[in-house]
């Protein structure tokens, strides 16, 4: 495995194997980890605000008897109170690892080139592999097989997106997008994901009916439509993504057992509506705990 997390594009299907053997001892049995990271100390470099992630690492590295310094962004203020390298440089003289949520993916690109220790991409504009792992993870979990699985995604083709894509296709899922005209994922990640899914006999496909789009699917998956960094198209987001709201009329053709996820926060009345995220299909609140099973493995294989 490389020396920092980055992006899944980076991982081997075996890597991401391995990963969510070690998250799935970790969950069962914490006790045992409770140790392994004794000494060791976790920087958040975090630009945006966050729940889940934040809590996830702080709690994790808690857990495995290491130590977590939370720096937001009144703290070290990336590349303004001083030159990203030079914070990446110093940091590295401090603590093990970094895990890094910022605006512009370049700003993790450069805390990896300047840094000694592993850094972990805990939320870029354009990637979010923390949330893929997890999700696939729970996603294995929860159907408790690795093959003939559909996701349908609907909504913003996005930072989530772009690692839900780069999993499924390593992971052998099918997955199915849609988005409305001009929010479709990155070209050269879609492409890139296509070429990796047809090696693995899956299908990732672009799906203009929604309908079509969920048809069959196990998973119906959403985010957002406008992230954080975004929100001053949110009034443009909300005509442009009309008629993609999770909704029970929506699901009406969805198969008995479909699962509903979302990696949260929600935007309840806008991408979903309360009856969906609350209801007996939604698996959000386990695909956020496992956020941390998952994310403690990935520590246990960067940090020891
Ligand atoms: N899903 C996720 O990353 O949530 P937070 O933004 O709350 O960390
Ligand atoms: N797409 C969302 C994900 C939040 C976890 C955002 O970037 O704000």
Known sequence: MKKDFITIKDLSRDEIKKIFKLASKVKEAPKKFSDKLRGK???????????????????????????????????????????????????????????????????????????????????????????????????????????????????DGNNVLHSLLYCCAKSGINLSISTPKGYEPDGDILYEAKKEAENNRVSIAIEEDIKKC??????????????????????????????????????????????????????RGEEITDEVIDGPHSIVFDQAENRMHVQNALLLMLLK
Request: proline letters at 4%; glycine letters at 6%.
């Open 41 to 155: 100390a976790l920087g958040l470099v975090f630009q945006k605000p966050s729940n889940r992630t934040r809590v996830s690492f702080e709690i994790g590295m808690y857990r495995l008897g290491g130590y977590c310094i939370y720096l937001g962004p009144d703290d070290i203020k990336l590349g303004a109170r001083e030159a990203t390298k030079d914070i990446a440089k110093t940091l590295s003289r401090y603590l093990d690892g970094i895990a890094a949520r910022t605006y512009s993916h370049q700003d993790i690109i450069d805390l990896v080139r300047n840094s000694t220790i592993p850094v972990i991409n805990a939320l870029s504009d354009l990637l979010h592999p923390c949330q893929a792992l997890a999700d696939i993870f729970t996603i294995k979990e929860k159907l408790k097989r690795s093959k003939n699985i559909k996701i349908a995604f609907i909504g």
């Open 214 to 267: 969920i048809q069959g699917a196990d998973i119906i998956y959403t985010d957002v439509w406008a992230s954080m960094g975004k929100e001053s198209e949110k009034e443009k987001r909300l005509k442009d993504f009309e008629g993609f709201q999770i909704n029970p009329k929506l699901l009406e053709d969805a198969k008995p057992d479909y699962l509903i996820m979302h990696c949260l926060p929600a935007h």
